[in-house]
């Protein structure tokens, strides 16, 4: 089975940095897409950024572009998310997800998760 597994989570202050990663086994990433997703308490779900082997295209939300940046290691096998300028109201458990470039990057729908790494934001 597909096994995801994040890690790298913490609490930081507003205004500092973390870096996720996601650790991808039984698959490779040339055949699938990587997304990051996040959810706060009380709130659905939401994509934050993807990355697509196969377009060769990153994507971001709105509410993180020019603060996040994902990227890819293929000889690791791992995904990562750096996260900078962090706000408060990025605290959220951040969760990576795998599908096809279309469901994941478009449509923030993914098949594979991992388990969930939590990210505070707080002075």
């Known amino acids: 089975q597909v096994q995801l597994v994040e890690s790298g989570g913490g609490l930081v202050q507003p205004g500092g940095s973390l870096r996720l990663s996601c650790v991808a086994s039984?698959?490779?990433?040339?055949?699938?897409?990587i997304g990051w997703f996040r959810q706060a308490p009380g709130k659905e779900r939401e994509g934050v950024s993807c990355?697509?082997?196969?377009?060769?295209?990153?994507y971001y939300a709105d509410s993180v572009k020019g603060r996040f940046t994902i990227s890819r290691d293929y000889a690791k096998n791992t995904v990562y998310l750096q996260m900078n300028s962090l706000k408060p109201e990025d605290t959220a458990v951040y969760y990576c997800?795998?599908?096809?470039?279309?469901?994941?990057?478009?449509?923030?729908?993914?098949?594979?998760w991992g388990q969930g790494t939590q990210v505070t934001v707080s002075s």
């Open positions: 997800a795998a599908d096809n470039p279309w469901r994941l990057c478009h449509l923030w729908a993914g098949d594979y």
């Open positions: 039984r698959f490779t990433l040339d055949r699938y897409a």
């Open positions: 990355i697509s082997t196969t377009e060769g295209s990153t």
